[in-house]
């Protein structure tokens, strides 16, 4: 069962993006699915604190819970 509650320190994630960038093995897609899959658990700022109201719009994909 997936635990809904865990978050990632923003740190964790920065590594694990240091350690891949230059991965030669995976293609920029699978890069890119990488970061993709794992930003919902990643510690960020609250989407309330984004000014900007369309990116917002564009990154709430990104957020568990998100009331926009």
């Given amino acids: 069962m997936e635990n809904i509650n865990h978050k990632v320190p923003a740190v964790n994630f920065i590594g694990t993006m240091m350690a891949n960038v230059d991965n030669e093995k995976l293609s920029d897609a699978e890069f890119r ?10 510690e960020k700022p609250s989407i309330e604190t984004i000014a900007s109201d369309e990116l917002k719009l564009k990154v709430k994909k990104y957020y568990r819970e998100c009331r926009i």
Avoid: D, G, W
Avoid at 33 to 42: E, G
């Fill in 33 to 42: 699915q990488i970061f993709r899959n794992t930003l919902a658990i990643v």
